[in-house]
C-alpha cells in the first residue's frame, strides 16, 4: 500500500466550503460597518466644517461666514505661507473636501455642501448626503447654531433642503434624539 501524500479531492472541497459558510456570515457584517463608519465620519465631517465656519467668521468679521467649501479650503494656494491664507482661501479644511470644483465636494462616499441659508435666523446651511445607498443611509445637516440634523428619508442621495434642516418645521432631527 502507497503512503498518500497530500489532500484528497474531498477534503479541500470540504475546507472551501467551510471557508464559503463563514464569508457568507462575515462579509454582510463587514458592509454593515464600513455603511456605519461612513455615516459616522459625515457627521463628523458636518461638525468639523461649523468648526471651521466659526473659525472663518471670526477670522474675517466683515465677511461673515463663508458661502462655500472652496472659500473655506486651501483652492491653490499653498497653506504654508501665511500671506496666502485670506477670506477667499482660508485653508481652514483639507484639499479634498475644499475641493476648486465649486460648491460640491465629494469626500469618500458623500457628498458636501456649504452654502448660505435663506431662512431667517439661519446664516448657512452645511449638507452631506450618500452618493449612492451603499455609502450610507442617513443625510446630515447644520445650520450656524451647529446642531447636527440627520434623516433617512426614502431617497437618501438627494440633499437636503435648508428648509428641512430648520426648526421647527425642518423633518431632520437633532443627532442623539
Known sequence: MRKQKGFSLIELLI??????IIAAIAIPNLLAARKNANQAAA??????????????????????????????GPGAVDCTVPANVNS???CLIDNVLGCAGGGLCAKGPYNYRVQPATVAGA????????????????????????VVKSDSPATITTPPAVAD???????????GN
Open 15 to 20: 475546507v472551501v466550503a467551510i471557508i464559503l
Open 165 to 175: 434642516c430648520t426648526p421647527p418645521a425642518g423633518t431632520m432631527k437633532a443627532l
Open 43 to 72: 457627521a463628523q465631517t458636518i461638525r468639523t466644517l461649523n468648526t471651521a465656519q466659526v473659525t472663518y467668521s471670526t477670522n474675517y468679521p466683515l465677511v461673515g461666514y463663508a458661502n462655500s467649501l472652496t472659500t473655506l
Open 123 to 146: 446664516d448657512y446651511v452645511a449638507t452631506a448626503w450618500p452618493i449612492s445607498a451603499s455609502g450610507g443611509n442617513f443625510r446630515y445637516c447644520s445650520l450656524a447654531d451647529a
Open 88 to 90: 477667499t482661501n482660508a
